[in-house]
Nanobody, 131 residues
Framework: QDHLMESGGGSVQTGESLRLSCQIS????????MGWFRQAPGKEREMVATIYPHNTVTVYADSVKGRFTISRDSAQNSVSLQMNNLKPEDTAVYYC????????????????????????WGQGTPVTVSS
């Protein structure tokens, strides 16, 4: 079982940057799909970015392409999300997630993954972007 803890959220102005980090404890390895999701008030949880370390495939939501970067630090067993040029529509609670031992084909081949494919979740960290 994986345990995940996010950090790095906060309140920023439009155009500023934040870096979210997720510390993972458990049995993750390079064949574990990892990702960041977000949920804004009144909206469904949506994928922001995923990474499959074994083949370094990354996937991004269209709304964040070119602005966000997901990365994994195998030595620290963590996954991060660098968010640049933040916009008010990025305001949400951001969650780190892993798929555990579950094979997520979409993650491996570079397609959008849905939240129900992920097994373990952090508690979430809020990000607020004001104009």
């Amino acid at each position: 079982q994986d345990h995940l803890m996010e950090s790095g959220g906060g309140s920023v102005q439009t155009g500023e940057s934040l870096r979210l980090s997720c510390q993972i404890s458990g049995s993750t390895d390079s064949r574990t799909c990892m990702g960041w999701f977000r949920q804004a008030p009144g909206k469904e949880r949506e994928m922001v970015a995923t990474i499959y370390p074994h083949n370094t495939v990354t996937v991004y939501a269209d709304s964040v392409k070119g602005r966000f970067t997901i990365s994994r630090d195998s030595a620290q067993n963590s996954v991060s999300l660098q968010m640049n040029n933040l916009k008010p529509e990025d305001t949400a609670v951001y969650y780190c997630a892993t798929a555990g031992r579950q094979f997520v084909s979409s993650c491996v081949v570079g397609l959008t993954s849905t939240a129900d494919r992920f097994v373990y979740w952090g508690q979430g960290t809020p990000v607020t972007v004001s104009s």
